[in-house]
């Protein structure tokens, strides 16, 4: 089954201006662009055929192109990294069977992330989507709960059914949950990690609808397809020990950094 990686990168961020081009500093003190480290991220992912960053910017072209990526050129009208995908799968001629979007924020999104994705969706097929989430300890329930507090967006969470079908995805932290829990233990709040794999003919409707309520309030593209009627798959990942983090505001850039040392991240 074929698979085609993307890499929606935007430079004009209305929260984040520029984000793909921040430099992060590894391990081993060499400094790599979020985009970069994102594009790195999606060569390791086993059984992937081809990987492309999809941009408006010619700043994010020519550094791209100077690390070696595959650059597809899109609409600057794109509003979002889903109607970026579906523009770069056409402009690349389609005929893939899995069209993953890895989204430029999350550098350290595991390699396994990706290819749990790919595999869940495989065995779903009346699925036009799927999306990972992954299980909040305390520990990253508690950083989310007080980048709310603290007026930011830490991440995204999910709810969902027995089936796996997402219920809802919110910037706000869901389900609510009032008990306290230690650094490791588990709790009901399940992160959703910003990847998606669509089969091309979800991915094809979805720049023909137009921008929901809830879509336009949460400022979550994947909400769009939930408000028309098309079911969402949650794959539950596993991190295996690996610390996860988005970048989604300046303040993120040394927790990350943080992390990459912490983890041999060059």
């Not at 662009?33 to 010619?58: F, H, I, K, M, Y």
């Not at 990253?140 to 219920?167: P, Q």
């Amino acid at each position: 089954m074929s698979v085609l990686i993307v890499i929606p990168a935007r430079y004009a961020s209305t929260r984040y201006p520029g984000k793909p081009l921040v430099p992060l500093t590894g391990a081993t003190g060499e400094q790599r662009t979020l985009v970069e480290r994102s594009w790195r991220a999606a060569c390791s992912v086993q059984g992937a055929d081809r990987v492309v960053v999809a941009t408006d910017d010619d700043r994010i072209k020519d550094a791209a192109e100077a690390f070696g990526a595959e650059v597809v050129m899109t609409s600057p009208e794109c509003a979002n990294g889903t109607e970026r995908c579906a523009e770069a799968h056409a402009a690349l001629g389609g005929g893939y069977e899995i069209v993953v979007n890895l989204q430029g924020d999350a550098p350290l999104t595991p390699h396994w992330f990706v290819e749990d994705l790919v595999a869940g969706l495989r065995d779903a097929p009346g699925m036009g989507l799927a999306t990972p989430v992954l299980r909040c300890n305390g520990e990253t329930l508690n950083s989310l709960l007080a980048d709310r507090k603290a007026g930011r967006v830490g991440g995204t969470t999910a709810v969902f059914a027995e089936d796996r079908s997402a219920l809802y995805f919110s910037k706000e932290v869901v389900p609510y949950c009032g008990g306290t829990y230690g650094a490791g233990e588990n709790t009901p709040v399940y992160h959703h990690v910003g990847v998606y794999a669509y089969r091309p003919d979800a991915l094809a409707a979805y720049p023909g609808w137009r921008t929901g309520p809830l879509e336009g309030l949460e400022g979550l593209e994947q909400l769009r397809f939930l408000e028309n009627g098309r079911k969402v798959l949650c794959v539950e990942v596993d991190a295996r020990g690996r610390e996860f983090w988005e970048l989604n505001n300046p303040e993120d850039v040394p927790r990350l950094e943080a992390m990459m040392k912490k983890m041999g991240h060059e």
